[in-house]
């Protein structure tokens, strides 16, 4: 094995560990932590707050991980001939990627408009009032199922399987 190889395997293997630090997270919060907070009813109310504290740190060290790995994976494919279809599921991968980091860091943003836990959020907190409006207008009644963090939950798994793909059509 020579040294670009194993440079690459032990790349994947970090994109691959962020991936799940992250993505894994959020499915914990959605489908563990979040209805056991629900149901406890002596569970001090700090404890959301500080939870989402610790989990954002890693978070943020997961999305700088994911965007420089993924930059090096990026560059090793460049050098094969790549075809269509993988730059196409690399461009909606990378948009949805995108997507999920500026929700992310809306959601652990610290200041006016944040009230609640950097892992609980709601849209009002992050998106524009007049966005907020429109969709009101529009009577979609979509934030309560479209919360942020249900949408990170959701957009992890999308981009996980997007990965996948690239490896096996590339
Ligand atoms: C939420 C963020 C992301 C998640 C969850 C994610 C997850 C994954 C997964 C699971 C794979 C498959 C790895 C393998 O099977 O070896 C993958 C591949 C890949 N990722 Fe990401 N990724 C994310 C963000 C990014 C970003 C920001 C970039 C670029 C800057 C990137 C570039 C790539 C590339 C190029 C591959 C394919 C490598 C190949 O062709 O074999 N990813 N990603």
Known sequence: MDPLETTVILTRWVHLV???????????FLFVLRPALRSARDAPPELSRLV?????????????????TGGVLIYDRLTDRI?????????VKLTLS????????????????RQSSPLEGSW?????????????????????VASP???LAVL????????VMLRVIA
Do not use: C, H
């Open 156 to 163: 992890g798994p999308v981009i996980v399987f997007l990965g």
């Open 18 to 28: 962020a991936t799940v630090v992250w993505v894994g997270g959020n499915l914990f």
């Open 83 to 91: 075809e269509a279809p993988y730059l196409v599921t690399l461009t």
């Open 149 to 151: 963090t249900n949408v």
């Open 52 to 68: 989402g504290t610790r989990f954002k740190e890693a978070v943020d060290l997961s999305m700088w991980v994911l965007v420089i």
């Open 124 to 144: 009002t907190e992050i998106i524009p009032a007049w966005v907020e409006r429109a969709f009101m207008t529009l009577r979609l009644g979509w934030a309560a």
């Open 98 to 113: 995108t997507v999920m980091f500026l929700v992310a860091m809306s959601l652990g943003r610290q200041g006016g408009r």
